[in-house]
């Protein structure tokens, strides 16, 4: 790691584009003003940690997860191509989008949620995530910052990570991290959104909302 040391009014630049300037310190807080392409995500750090671990919290509700209608003997011609990986599971390239045999076994499950599929890491089939499209999830999702900062300039499907908990608790989206796929090219990437709205946690079910044992009003 470089170490550096800066005042106000001092600059850092990184490549060609990106340059950092120290704005002002006080009360052991340092702000600074950064000047990046548009399509690059400057992101805080500890949003990074967040996402990361609601990813493997997702990926580890596994009783939850039905199984999948394909086998795990994929076809090439199913692949999709994340050559960044997905946050928290960056060593897996290559994942499939399955349909479910059925939806969830919850016990507050409700039927009026939009449909999950299976996102399922090609190389390790025990690694795979609850999927919804973000259009679904949310009417006004923007899909298209999403694209943008995915760099793909192709028509493309946004989901969103869903985690349905074994225990029967809260089912939630992340609507902050949305997976990004070119249609044509059939490579994905995970992009960071901040805007107010969307949450790392946006509830979908919550057992407190229901009643009756099957979690319908």
């Known amino acids: 790691m470089l170490t550096l040391t800066r005042r106000v009014g001092e600059r850092i630049i990184i490549g060609t584009e990106i340059e950092i300037e120290v704005v002002k310190v006080a009360g052991g807080r340092v702000r600074l003003g950064i000047r990046a392409p548009r399509s690059l995500a400057v992101l805080r ?10 990813i493997l919290r997702a990926s580890q509700e596994r009783s939850a997860v039905p199984h999948a209608q394909a086998s ?8 999709l191509h994340f050559p960044e990986g997905l946050f928290g599971m960056r060593d897996q390239h290559r994942f499939v989008i399955c349909e479910l045999e059925r ?3 919850h016990a507050h499950f409700d039927t009026r949620l939009p449909p999950f599929r299976a996102l399922v890491s090609a190389d390790n089939p025990l690694i795979r995530l609850l999927v919804a499209d973000a259009k679904e999830v949310m009417a006004d999702y923007p899909i298209q910052r999403a ?3 995915a760099g793909l300039p192709e028509e493309v499907a946004v989901a969103v990570v869903v985690t349905v908990p074994a225990d ?9 991290a949305p997976v990004v796929i070119g249609l044509e090219s059939r490579q994905g990437v995970q992009v960071v959104l901040e805007r107010q709205g969307l949450d790392i946690g946006c509830v979908l079910a919550n057992p407190s909302v229901h009643g009756g044992d099957d979690g319908r009003p």
């Open 103 to 105: 939806q969830p076994d």
């Open 168 to 176: 029967g608790s809260t089912i939630t989206a992340n609507l902050a």
């Open 72 to 79: 795990y003997d994929f076809d090439e011609s199913m692949i």
């Open 147 to 149: 694209q943008v900062l």
């Open 45 to 54: 750090g500890e949003l990074v940690d967040r996402i990361e671990a609601d």
